[in-house]
């Protein structure tokens, strides 16, 4: 069975990481099954994105079977999240 992660990466000193922490709440309410969980521009899960994405937050990275698979950059509204994460075809 795969397992789905869904990881927000925001400044650690900023309110960046606050509105993370609420699009991530919102995707664990809507779909329990798949896993979440905020970071800081110091994990290290960011050296895998190309060099011209790396300090580009707020970021939103999904990984299959921890392994990177999609990112949505900016800060968006939920729609948007929302649409981006039924792009991915999780079943979750």
């Given at each position: 069975?795969?397992?789905?992660?869904?990881?927000?990466?925001?400044?650690?000193?900023?309110?960046?990481?606050?509105?993370?922490?609420?699009?991530?709440?919102?995707?664990?309410?809507?779909?329990?099954a798949v896993e979440v969980e905020s970071a800081t521009e110091n994990d290290s899960?960011?050296?895998?994105?190309?060099?011209?994405?790396?300090?580009?937050?707020?970021?939103?990275?999904?990984?299959?079977?921890?392994?990177?698979?999609?990112?949505?950059?900016?800060?968006?509204?939920?729609?948007?999240?929302q649409g981006w994460f039924n792009t991915l075809g999780i079943n979750a």
């Amino acid at each position: 069975m795969s397992t789905h992660k869904i990881v927000g990466f925001g400044f650690s000193d900023s309110t960046i990481l606050s509105y993370i922490k609420i699009q991530l709440d919102a995707i664990k309410n809507e779909h329990p099954a798949v896993e979440v969980e905020s970071a800081t521009e110091n994990d290290s899960r960011l050296d895998r994105l190309p060099v011209n994405r790396r300090n580009r937050l707020p970021v939103i990275i999904y990984y299959k079977n921890d392994v990177y698979a999609s990112h949505l950059l900016g800060k968006r509204d939920y729609q948007e999240v929302q649409g981006w994460f039924n792009t991915l075809g999780i079943n979750a």
